[in-house]
T-cell receptor, first 113, second 112 residues
């Protein structure tokens, strides 16, 4: 069965510092991978996605993620964090057949000044 | 273009009452999903549908039923609500193949 692990429940980063959020997945075939962000009381917004091709994908708001098949990882990065990036971040794995779209438990990002 | 619309946005139920949550999408998507979100648990898949007239169980289906009679609508039913079903419910839809999921704004349900 597919699963997603986000090892860090809560991360605090200083404004302007770099950020990396970890995501590990378990899936038998080639996965579709996603990162979503959720601000308090809001729905989920897609940051970026990976389906195939270049393993480094660029997203919105200056985020990027790298797919590493050998490590079953899809870590999210941002070179310089802004206070407005404080939110909850979810990694998800899906498949082409639409029968799976599984989310991790999320990582809460706090940004300190 | 409304995207994914959930109705209602808030609801308070008494234990044992029933209700139906409606999810409507106007993007002609094949796949639709119902999730519940609880603190520290992320989003857990309740049921999903890969097309009109088809439904399947997700990770936490017990106590819920679903129907997809029309392609654009995906209904989530609670026949006899329990306090453990207090949660925020999200609906999502996506197209076939390499498509991202689009989410509704959520329904906050409290069962007392």
């Amino acid at each position: 069965a597919q699963s997603v692990t986000q090892p860090d429940i809560h991360i605090t980063v200083s404004e302007g510092a770099s950020l990396e959020l970890r995501c590990n997945y378990s899936y038998g075939a080639t996965p579709y991978l996603f990162w979503y962000v959720q601000s308090p009381g809001q729905g989920l917004q897609l940051l970026l996605k990976y389906f195939s091709g270049d393993t480094l994908v660029q997203g919105i708001k200056g985020f990027e993620a790298e797919f590493k098949r050998s490590q079953s990882s899809f870590n999210l990065r941002k070179p310089s964090v802004h206070w407005s990036d404080a939110a909850e971040y979810f990694c998800a794995v899906g498949n082409q057949a639409g029968t799976a779209l599984i989310f991790g438990k999320g990582t809460t990002l706090s940004v300190s000044s | 273009n409304a995207g994914v619309t959930q109705t209602p946005k808030f609801r308070v139920l008494k234990t044992g009452q029933s209700m139906t949550l409606l999810c409507a999408q106007d993007m002609n998507h094949e796949y639709m999903y119902w999730y519940r979100q609880d603190p520290g648990m992320g989003l857990r898949l309740i049921h999903y549908s890969v097309g009109e007239g088809t439904t399947a169980k997700g990770e936490v289906p017990d106590g819920y039923n679903v129907s997809r009679l029309k392609k654009q609508n995906f209904l989530l039913g609670l026949e006899s609500a329990a306090p453990s079903q207090t949660s925020v419910y999200f609906c999502a839809s996506r197209t076939q193949g390499a498509g991202e999921a689009f989410f509704g704004q959520g329904t906050r349900l409290t069962v007392v």
